[in-house]
């Protein structure tokens, strides 16, 4: 395989979660389905989870089927019991949009306050949800989890947008445009065929280097912009950091982000 030795910087960030031991523990198992009455390539599933993983494959139904596997678990009676009552799953259905997400003791719907019930500034149990969703071929999905589970999406050709924190990303057998991003954890994507607009696949612990093995590879020259200088004493050219590479005649732009691993880019088998 070609090793381009293209070296990838971006800025850090940090994310801890601590983990209780507990000694109570409550399961429960749940399911949802929802019918989509139109095209499926016009139709989207989000689902915002915090601690579980995420498992989507594609099939050849009309209908979004979720399976759910929840488990409180505290460290006695009295918490599991208020993690039991307290704890609820929010799921909304509008047109062929499906949405699947935390509703209680807080919402965990992006660009909703987490604020605990009650202003409670924290709570005394633990919660995870395991999902396993099927969905039509060709339906768009957009979903993230943050602790204690990888996601992997199989054979769905719509739109993807996926976002994890603490785990990887496994995307397969895609065909569409695909956000790709993590923080602790691979991102690996195959696709069947090109995606046909502009991606991004970024992880911070992956670093440095750029292997691919497509034979006619440019390492192009970085870009330069003019910037106007505010103090109109001159013009300011500005040296786009960024390290572009061509695959043959070039196309589509895909942008891969990384701190402590490679990239590479494989041809099918």
């Known amino acids: 395989m070609k090793k381009l030795m293209v070296t990838i910087l971006m800025g850090m960030g940090m994310i801890c979660a601590v983990a209780r031991t507990n000694d109570k523990e409550f399961r429960e198992h749940l399911s949802r389905e929802f019918i989509l009455s139109g ?43 208020t993690g039991k009552q307290e704890f609820k799953m929010g799921y909304d259905q509008k047109s062929d949009t499906v949405m699947a997400y935390i509703a209680e003791p807080f919402d965990s719907r992006p660009h909703r306050r987490w604020q605990y019930k009650d202003d409670h500034q924290d709570i005394d149990y633990d919660y995870n949800i395991d999902f396993i969703v099927k969905v039509p071929f060709g339906m768009n999905i957009h979903i993230s989890t943050v602790n204690n589970g990888i996601i992997t999406v199989y054979n769905v050709s719509g739109t993807l947008h996926v976002s994890n924190v603490n785990e990887a990303i496994s995307v397969k057998n895609a065909k569409s445009t695909t956000f790709a991003h993590t923080v602790n954890g691979d991102v690996t994507v195959s696709y069947l065929t090109n995606p046909p607009e502009e991606s991004s696949y970024y992880t911070i612990n992956g670093n440095g280097d750029f292997y691919t093995d497509f034979p006619e590879t440019t390492l192009l020259p970085a870009s330069i912009s003019k910037v106007r200088d505010k103090e109109g004493n001159g013009t300011v050219y500005k040296l786009n950091a960024v390290t572009s590479v061509r695959f ?14 490679n990239v590479y880019i494989k041809k099918q088998s």
């Open 39 to 81: 095209n499926p390539a016009g139709a989207t599933l989000f689902i915002y989870n915090i601690s579980g993983f995420i498992k989507v494959e594609g099939y050849s139904g009309d209908k979004v089927i979720m399976e759910m596997d929840k488990t409180i678990s505290a460290d006695d009676d009295k918490n599991l019991e």
């Open 248 to 261: 043959g005649k070039g196309g589509k732009t895909f942008k891969f982000e990384t701190l402590n691993g």
